[in-house]
């Protein structure tokens, strides 16, 4: 008894020793990281697999997880070494940073130290080459975590079908709830500055059958766009277009009729919008939408550049299923911080009567709705509501939630009937 004792003593306390402890997450680089500085001509690259053509020291490559316990992280790197039999690398978290030694060819986990997690939240790991005696510093797939700060279990993207959308980052959107018979709905966009990065998409006013809002295309070209789906009685035909605005089938998520005007907006100025929707009297719908440029005060030029209109066939209604979104679409920059504030939203009846939206509900796409990526978040601040995405920021709105927004302070001064281009 005596002997059977001492061996279930023993026993209890390797069960209770920290290695036990030490379950290891393995946070895949394919649907987690990001190249968060290039190199001046690199090819480092993350793809659905993880970090290759790692040949400069200049980049930086960048692996975001959520842990919800403060505490010690353990970190190892997990891949191989091709074009190399030795490089050391630098992972670092905040201003903590250790130096890991990779070798051999084979894949092979590299131990790389602890780190302290002083809060909650989303943790950067940042990873950068220090030395190889090849031409790569090593093909990584992915990052082993343990400790006491994960001990909770952590969040990332663990969905490789879908890691696309991951890197791509989660959209949010408002809903209004507009009156019965709304024929048209107005908004304003204000982006504020820094907070509008390449593939970018603040989506203004959307409708059940389309939508209309503004992008950042890349570093030297911006948009307006709006695109309306086609018809399940058929293909979405345009009726009418603006001056040099492009008009295209679109195709991908769907199809229908996309037209747009290259416009070089700029952060920290607020755009308006307006689209409508008129039953033609022949069993189908019009959709038409004008872009306003700055006006503040009666400075600026306060005009309306019309876009476009379209014919959806067999469906005849007006505005319903109104919302405003914000969307990452270029998973290369999915990492960066998006900012959108959306007010003064009127609805006018078909006979004229102006009612201000001031409520809305929030919701979240698929990619947060299984708790891919969290940093997506909403709210109303003053006269108007905000939506917040990716930059993998900690707090965020609960789904479901409904905001209420102030009074605007003034109704938004616009002929309706004296818009350019009025549709047919």
Known sequence: MRKAAVWLLLS???????SFAQTKTLVPLGGNAFITRPAPAGEELVDDTGLHNWSSDKAVASVYFFTHRVGKVELSLVGALHGATRSTVEVSIGGQRRLAALSGTATSSFHVGSFAIARPGYVKVDLRGVSTDGGYYGDISGLEVSGSAASAGLVFADDPANFYWSRRGPSGHLGFAVPENTEYFYNEVTVPKGHDPIG???????????????????????????????SPAGKTTLLKKGPDVIAQDFGGEGTGGQSFLRYD??????????????????????FSAWFGTPCVLGRGDCRWKFIASWKYEGVSTYQKGVYSFIES?????????????????????????????????????ATAQNRQRLDITGGAVAPAFYLRNTGFFSSAAAPGSVFARSASWFKPRVNLAALPESAP
Do not use: C
């Not at 989506?203 to 309306?228: K, T």
């Not at 919008?273 to 069993?283: E, V, W, Y």
């Open 12 to 18: 209890l306390s390797l069960l209770s020793a920290p």
């Open 329 to 365: 679409f270029n998973p290369d920059y999915g990492y960066l911080d998006r900012l959108a504030l959306y007010g003064n939203q009127w609805a006018v009846s078909a006979d004229g009567l102006w009612t201000e939206v001031k409520s809305a509900r929030f919701t979240v796409d």
């Open 265 to 286: 907006w700029k952060p920290g100025h607020t755009y308006r919008f307006i689209t409508r929707a008129r039953p033609d009297g022949q069993g189908n719908t019009l």
């Open 200 to 230: 970018s998409y603040f989506m203004a006013n959307g409708f059940s059958q389309g939508y209309f809002g503004i992008q950042v295309n890349s570093a030297s070209e911006r948009r307006v766009l709006f695109s309306v789906w086609d």
